[in-house]
């Protein structure tokens, strides 16, 4: 079945690091990949997505890149701010499967000032 | 436009109750998923209803179930409550448009539910 890993947290960054987290994933054809992100008391919430190899999902200043050679969608920030603190989760969803998502673990972020 | 909203946010319960929780979609939306986020298992899918059917479902026994309504509202009941199903429980909602091609989802903020 399909299944996604990404880095076990927490990470702990200084503010205008930079920020990588990992993930990768099995699936059967060509799935779609998504981050999305929690705060804390809060749902989860979309912060990007790709749809096909190759393609690059953006959204404030974090980026990843979809890599079907290495099954990777890693998930890059420039300079990260405190506010981006939060749980970040790495997600599938494959074409016949609906709106069901299958979701890496998460990755907390702390940022300090 | 409101959110998804959920109701209640947090409850509690003992051991062999049963619980119902409630959904309400984005307004125009007719899909309804859940999802049970629990911290040794993740996030995991549910079920998901579109038109009052369910239409997909995940790993989970038949203690849980869940229906839809016309207004595209959704409740989920879990019977004989057990403390492992001590989780936050996230509906999302989305257009559910174009049969099995993935709509873009919005989640609700969650119930909490505690398990004693």
């Known amino acids: 079945g399909n299944s996604v890993t990404q880095m076990e947290g927490p990470v702990t960054l200084s503010e205008e690091a930079f920020l990588t987290i990992n993930c990768t994933y099995t699936?059967?054809?060509?799935?779609?990949l998504f981050w999305y992100v929690q705060y804390p008391g809060e749902g989860l919430q979309l912060l990007l997505k790709a749809t096909k190899a190759d393609d690059k999902g953006s959204n404030k200043g974090f980026e990843a890149t979809y890599r079907k050679e290495t099954t990777s969608f890693h998930l890059e920030k420039g300079s990260v701010q405190v506010s981006d603190s939060a749980v970040y989760f790495c997600?599938?969803?494959?074409?016949?499967?609906?709106?069901?998502?299958?979701f890496g673990g998460g990755t907390r972020l702390m940022v300090k000032p | 436009k409101a959110g998804v909203t959920q109701t209640p946010r947090y409850l509690i319960k003992t051991r062999g109750q049963q619980v119902t929780l409630s959904c309400s979609p984005i307004s125009g939306h007719r899909s309804v998923s859940w999802y049970q986020q629990t911290p040794g298992q993740g996030l995991q899918f549910l079920f998901e209803?579109?038109?009052?059917?369910?239409?997909n479902k995940g790993n989970f026994p038949g203690r849980f179930s869940g229906r839809q309504f016309s207004n595209s509202r959704s409740e989920m009941n879990v019977s004989t409550l057990e403390l492992g199903d001590s989780a936050l429980y996230l509906c999302?909602?989305?257009?559910?448009?174009?049969?099995?091609?993935?709509?873009?989802?919005?989640f609700g903020p969650g119930t909490r539910l505690t398990v004693l």
């Open positions: 999302a909602s989305s257009l559910g448009m174009g049969g099995l091609a993935y709509n873009e989802q919005f």
């Open positions: 997600a599938l969803s494959d074409k016949n499967a609906g709106n069901m998502l299958t």
């Open positions: 209803y579109f038109s009052e059917t369910q239409r």
């Open positions: 699936a059967t054809g060509y799935p779609s």
